[in-house]
């Protein structure tokens, strides 16, 4: 769980167009935006996107919390929400969480049918501050029986990713005395009320799985990102297959990235801090850039974004350069980003961010929207 800082690179980077130049290499614009929406500007987005969110409440509904579980009511945790991932265009999100009592990885599938498919969903509570009645937890998935701890997720398309560690206790996992290994699971979500896994997975032996993150790279070729623990290293896959998820695409490793590696663009702090979950946005002219999102002082300090643009322009590494940092704001005990955060692109000009507690309070749910203006 800690926080360490990355030295900083000396140079700034023009950011009015990015010059569709990375390491002196032509970028590759995006021309299919099938699965997720490409942005004209991330970090003129990023850089709009308000510190104070809109606010959702769900119910947890009676049957998918077994009882006494995501209860404990203050940290360390050790059964507690990890990602929070709105599908596509839909009223559907996907809560991750490290299923200690049910003795499996699993995250729970959220549905807020008051707010639109399309776009910001907007606060769906009025004075009683209470939700709708079908505004709940519709289901558990229950995806991984050997490695319960679940990690930070991604969504890109109608596809759903998430890790798996090792299923040990709080105090074990602090000192980095757990089983490093984890697994990666699959999952099409074309019907978001009903997920599907689909037939492979990634094994990552002695490495762990904290967060992962998943896009398309402009010549078809599906770009994973695995980061290990607080995400201080990252291993990058890329697949031999251009067309979907639905099949194994033959995942191969071609890179890893540590935070001492870290460029950091002039005016921008150089610290590196414990991010929980990634998710990568791609721009118009070829740059993929990769959010993180956390809380600083292991939890207990304030929520954070931070914004790096990504050269995957190399067959054999990929680097990072910090480019942007936004402070965000919750509610008092209505959300915290080392808990649960996650990026949605909703168009090519709107960029979101959702947040969620450790766990559920008094049988609701509460969830954090960020839009940028």
Not at 156 to 182: I, L, Q
Not at 243 to 268: N, Y
Not at 305 to 318: E, I, Q, Y
Not at 359 to 372: C, D, H, L, R
Request: hydrophobic share 35%.
């Amino acid at each position: 769980f800690s926080a360490g800082a990355a030295a900083a690179a000396p140079g700034a980077r023009r950011l009015q167009n990015f010059t569709t130049l990375i390491a002196g290499k032509p970028l590759q614009p995006f021309t299919n935006a099938n699965f997720q929406p490409v942005m004209d500007d991330v970090y003129g987005a990023f850089n709009a996107i308000e510190e104070k969110s809109d606010t959702l409440q769900v119910w947890t509904g009676d049957s998918a919390f077994l009882e006494g579980s995501y209860s404990k009511g203050h940290m360390p945790y050790e059964e507690h929400f990890q990602g929070i991932q709105r599908v596509q265009d839909t009223t559907y999100m996907y809560i991750t969480g490290s299923g200690k009592t049910a003795e499996s990885g699993q995250f729970f599938v959220v549905n807020v049918p008051s707010r639109p498919k399309v776009g910001p969903l907007g606060r769906n509570y009025e004075e009683a501050y209470h939700p709708p009645e079908n505004d709940a937890v519709a289901k558990v998935v229950n995806f991984d029986s050997e490695y319960w701890h679940a990690g930070g997720s991604s969504s890109f398309g109608n596809y759903f990713v998430v890790g798996a560690e090792d299923s040990c206790g709080a105090a074990s996992r602090m000192f980095g005395s757990c089983n490093p290994s984890s697994r990666v699971h699959f999952f099409d979500t074309s019907d978001p009320g009903n997920p599907r896994e689909l037939p492979y997975k990634l094994e990552r032996n002695e490495k762990s799985a904290g967060a992962v993150a998943l896009t398309q790279e402009a010549d078809g070729r599906f770009l994973l990102l695995v980061a290990r623990a607080d995400s201080a290293i990252m291993d990058f896959y890329r697949s031999t297959s251009t067309t979907s998820l639905d099949t194994d695409p033959g995942f191969e490793h071609f890179a890893t990235w540590s935070k001492e590696e870290m460029l950091v663009m002039a005016g921008q702090s150089d610290d590196f801090l414990s991010y929980q979950s990634l998710g990568f946005v791609r721009q118009k002219d070829g740059t993929i850039f990769l959010m993180g999102t956390t809380r600083s002082d292991v939890g207990l300090g304030k929520d954070y974004a931070d914004l790096f643009m990504v050269d995957n322009t190399a067959a054999d590494r990929v680097s990072l350069e910090k480019v942007g940092r936004k402070h965000l704001s919750c509610k008092r005990h209505t959300c915290n980003m080392y808990a649960g955060g996650g990026v949605y692109v909703a168009s090519p000009s709107t960029l979101q961010l959702y947040a969620t507690e450790w766990e559920p309070f008094q049988g609701e749910i509460w969830i954090n929207e960020f839009a940028n203006a």
